[in-house]
Every structure is written in structure tokens, then in C-alpha cells.
């Protein structure tokens, strides 16, 4: 033992008396084998059931009418906050060859892009050399160009040229993230996961009449669609309205964010341009006079 210093341990390499004494007083306590297992258990119990009272005030305040909902709620889609489903974010016409349209899902900013010769695109809305929306760029191509330096990048979203440096490969990190996307009966839809469940939803027949935004999230304008007269249709995101003289409506939801839903009002394709004017107005009187009490 080296002079001038005290060991912290017995002779026989136990701890010393005074971490003894403290130990047999209670001043150190350790938790038992699988107490902090325990503890995450019961707090994973206390917060499982916050979505089930919420659906619960819900069904209270609106009795009799919640069977689509309540089968809506319980899709798995929902719960896990869409985390693997196909959602409506633009109509195939308003994306046309060499375009790029902005669009939102989930809070991401998405770039919708259409080669000259090839389907419709979605990528995050971001350059990976300055962060700039690539919405503000154009299409060349089968390739999408970052008006701010010119880099370009290819349908999978790697980088294939950089213009100050032509003669070097472009970064192997200089890759946009892109999202997985499909078009159906002349909607654009799409997914943030990397494997969406199954395939978009079908809505043949039918054309757009028009859109308009509301301030809810879709779990809480669930309840009020409900209360308006539609029912879920195979989708948590799409919603039949029920027969009204042989002109019902269809109603895509489009979560921007948590708290905004952009609904996309289809109508028969039929159908002509005074009587989907007729719709588009019962429409929106019906989802102001609702929604109010939702």
C-alpha cells in the first residue's frame, strides 16, 4: 500500500464499515431485480389508453351514430397513426410532364415531380446541398435540377451531376429521400413509410369537385364526418357519403399535420358542372353546420 493513502476497501477486498453502516441504515437502496422493468410496464399501461378515452368521448357525444367510426378508429392504420398507409396528396392533372408541385403529409414537405416520360414522384422537399425546396427547382429529363446550384439528381434520388465539379463523381451523401408513391383513378397517393400495407385505395368513377382545408387533425374529424352523413369505406382516408337522390359524395382525408386535414370532395363523373356546383355547396353547408359540434 502506497503512503499517504487509504483504501477504500477492507483487507479482504470488501467495501469498508462505514458503507456498511449506511447500507444496514437504508441511506443506499438499490431497486429490486426487475423493479425498473416494472415501472416501464405501468407506465406503457398508463399511457396505452389515452386514444381509447378520447374514442370513448366521442362515442358519448355522438350516440347511435359511431359504427363506421369505431370501425374506422380500430384499423390499425389509425392507431399507429398511419404510420404504413397510402394517403391522397394531389390529383394526377395538376402534375403533369415537367412539373413540380409542393404538398404536405404527416408535417413533411413533400415535391411532387413528374418526368417527361414516367410516373409521378414524391421526395422530401429539400435539397441535400443547402437545404433549398427543390419545388422551386425544374425538370430535365428523367432528372430533377436544384435551381439554387444547379445539382441534379436522378429518379432515385442520388445525385448525377454537380456543375462546379464536372469532372468529379457527385458525393456518395448528396441523395434525396424519397417516398413511396402510386397513382389511382387520377389520385396521387402516397406513403412516408418504407413499406406501405397493401395497395392505395380504388375510387373509380369518379372526379374531383373541389378541396377545402380544415383545421382538425383526423382523429377528431372522424367523428364529425361520421355525424355528417358518410361512412368508412374499406380506408380510414376515404369516406362514402350515403345515397342522396343518386348524388353521393366521396370525401378523401389528407393529413397535413396533426391538427389540418385537407379533404378532397370527389362526385360521379357524370355528373354535370352545375350539379357538382350543387354538391360542393350542400357539402360544405353540411360540414359547417357539423363541425361546429364535433
Avoid at 396528396?89 to 415535391?111: D, F, I, T, Y
Avoid at 397517393?189 to 369537385?209: D, E, I, Q
Avoid at 350515403?242 to 378523401?252: D, F, I, V, W, Y
Wanted: hydrophobic content about 35%; some cysteine; glycine content about 10%.
Amino acid at each position: 500500500m502506497e503512503c499517504g493513502r487509504t483504501s477504500r476497501r477492507g483487507g479482504n477486498g470488501q467495501n469498508g464499515p462505514g458503507r456498511h453502516r449506511l447500507r444496514q441504515a437504508g441511506a443506499v437502496r438499490r431497486p429490486a431485480q426487475g423493479q425498473h422493468r416494472q415501472s416501464a410496464r405501468s407506465a406503457g399501461r398508463r399511457g396505452a389508453g389515452c386514444g381509447d378515452r378520447r374514442h370513448e368521448l366521442v362515442r358519448r357525444r355522438h350516440p347511435g351514430r359511431t359504427a363506421s367510426l369505431s370501425r374506422a378508429m380500430s384499423h390499425e392504420h389509425v392507431r399507429g397513426g398511419f404510420a404504413d398507409g397510402w394517403f391522397p396528396v394531389e390529383l394526377s392533372q395538376h402534375v403533369a410532364e415537367g412539373q413540380v408541385v409542393q404538398s404536405m403529409l404527416h408535417g413533411q414537405e413533400l415535391a411532387l415531380w413528374r418526368p417527361l416520360a414516367g410516373s409521378v414522384q414524391a421526395w422530401e422537399n429539400r435539397c441535400p446541398h443547402r437545404s433549398v425546396r427543390l419545388t422551386l427547382g425544374f425538370v430535365a429529363g428523367d432528372q430533377l435540377v436544384c435551381r439554387y446550384h444547379g445539382w441534379r439528381y436522378g429518379s432515385d434520388g442520388r445525385c448525377t451531376r454537380v456543375p462546379s465539379t464536372p469532372a468529379l463523381a457527385p458525393p456518395p451523401a448528396a441523395c434525396v429521400r424519397t417516398y413511396q408513391c402510386r397513382e389511382a383513378d387520377g389520385v396521387v397517393w402516397a406513403s412516408l413509410a418504407l413499406a406501405p400495407r397493401g395497395y392505395p385505395p380504388r375510387v373509380p368513377g369518379l372526379a374531383s369537385c373541389r378541396s377545402f382545408t380544415l383545421d382538425r387533425g383526423v382523429e377528431a374529424l372522424a367523428a364529425g364526418i361520421e355525424a355528417a352523413g358518410f361512412e368508412c369505406s374499406g380506408s380510414p382516408v376515404v369516406w362514402r357519403e350515403r345515397e342522396t337522390h343518386g348524388e353521393a359524395a366521396t370525401l378523401l382525408l389528407q393529413p397535413l399535420n396533426a391538427d389540418t386535414t385537407c379533404l378532397w370532395l370527389l362526385v360521379a363523373d357524370a355528373m354535370s358542372a352545375p350539379r357538382r356546383l350543387a354538391v360542393a355547396h350542400r357539402i360544405k353547408a353540411l360540414f359547417n353546420e357539423e363541425l361546429s359540434h364535433a
